[in-house]
């Protein structure tokens, strides 16, 4: 049987992917920074990211799936003082926004969700043992982590000169990309009392204690989006480093853009739709469509034109699988049926190649609705029934039944 193969960020090559554990993959996603409602980008990571789910549990594997919610942040603060609340409940607000978002994408349910908030102890601890290992120090009421100290970057990107860390985080390092464990908080910022003194976290310092509590000292997977890559993730991979000597992720994945006239969706450049917005005017299925019509490493380029787009081939494909399902199931597939199927799969395993999935579905479902003479097209349904398991795009039909394992031997 076919290895799937991702593209890994770390060697910069497409790999086989293998687990640590047999039958076991442990993944990680960083989740969003709760101040506000998620746009289209964030979208982009979270379906894409749910295909993977999907697909390696349909294969048999047992998904141990942890995404965290950063509700320690300046942003935070800020906006629940405009708002009149308190920084966890505005956090609460807004988490409870995401799950309404991605529920009505379809996007099924990580294994445990990990707010920042809930695990001060264990980055005090982390932050702790980082200064008795000499790879961290003290710089007035600021603790950084010494990067130089600890050997340097190199684990997603190999050249930093020039990169600029956050202007915060200047004042007092010993070296230009040395970053912040553990801050003083001011007066109205978010504090925790702490044996290294009232304060907060840095960003980096909360996803590798909520990474290594609940998936071990190592991750098989950690997803999200290519902005991330520096400095998030290689900071991340920096302390873990220091802190286990063990290698902390074996495949780093990151999602491409989501572009709005050309420049890159987000806050910060202030080019964003909601995607509650998005679902007055068009289908939940339609945008998770839209969103999969190309690889997740490619760019893709936001216009309501393309979202009508998107309904378009939705409702072709949605023919097709009425069509197959009220067809011949029988035992077998036909030669025809057969060859779409493998093309579908190897479309999957060839990095997730989402949008040639898509597009192999359009023909078949052009072609059955067509009614292509000289093609038997009996077992169709059961490609239909796999796609909707896997891609979570909904047919508008049941599946055949069974575990999504099951359902995907059967397919293939």
Not at 52 to 63: D, H, I, V
Not at 298 to 321: N, W
Not at 380 to 390: F, L, P, Q, W
Request: charged share 25%; hydrophobic share 40%; proline share 3%.
């Amino acid at each position: 049987m076919r290895r799937m193969q991702l593209f890994n960020s770390k060697s910069g090559v497409v790999e086989g992917f293998i687990p640590q554990q047999p039958g076991v993959v442990r993944a990680y996603v960083c989740g969003p920074t709760v101040y506000d409602r998620c746009h289209i980008g964030h979208a982009r990571t979270y379906v894409n990211f749910d295909v993977l789910k999907r697909y390696m549990t349909a294969s048999g594997f047992e998904f141990l799936h942890v995404q965290n919610f950063t509700d320690v942040d300046d942003k935070i603060t800020l906006r629940a003082a405009d708002d009149g609340l308190t920084p966890l409940a505005l956090a609460d607000r807004f988490i409870e926004e995401y799950f309404r978002d991605m529920d009505a994408l379809n996007v099924r349910r990580a294994t445990v969700y990990a707010r920042a908030s809930d695990y001060i102890p264990k980055i005090v601890g982390i932050t702790e043992e980082l200064l008795r290992k000499g790879v961290a120090y003290r710089s007035g009421n600021t603790v950084f982590f010494d990067v130089e100290g600890a050997g340097g970057f190199g684990e997603l990107v190999k050249d930093v000169e020039g990169a600029v860390m956050d202007k915060l985080e200047r004042s007092g390092k010993r070296g230009p990309f040395d970053f912040v464990l553990w801050r003083q908080a001011g007066e109205r910022e978010q504090a925790w009392e702490s044996p290294l003194g009232r304060g907060r976290p840095g960003w980096h310092t909360e996803c590798v204690a909520m990474a290594l509590t609940n998936l071990g000292e190592t991750l098989d997977i950690h997803w999200g989006g290519k902005d991330l890559i520096y400095p998030h993730h290689e900071c991340e991979a920096a302390i873990a480093k220091a802190l286990t000597g063990k290698t902390f992720v074996r495949y780093w994945l990151h999602n491409n853009f989501v572009l709005m006239t050309g420049s890159k969706m987000s806050k910060s450049t202030g080019k964003l739709v909601y995607i509650r917005d998005v679902l007055k005017r068009h289908s939940p299925d339609a945008l998770r469509l839209f969103i999969l019509s190309k690889n997740y490493r490619e760019q893709i380029e936001y216009s309501e034109e393309r979202l009508a787009a998107a309904e378009e081939s939705l409702e072709a494909i949605r023919s097709g699988a009425e069509a197959a399902r009220g067809g011949r199931r029988g035992p077998e597939m036909s030669g025809c049926v057969k060859e779409y199927t493998s093309m579908f799969f190897n479309a999957l395993d060839d990095d997730l190649q989402t949008g040639q999935a898509l597009a192999l579905l359009e023909v078949l479902s052009r072609e059955i609705t067509g009614g292509s003479p000289r093609k038997d097209f009996t077992g169709a349904a059961r490609i239909y029934d796999a796609a909707e398991e896997i891609l979570g795009i909904r047919l508008g039909g049941g599946s055949a039944g069974g575990s999504a394992h099951e359902r995907l031997q059967r397919s293939k």
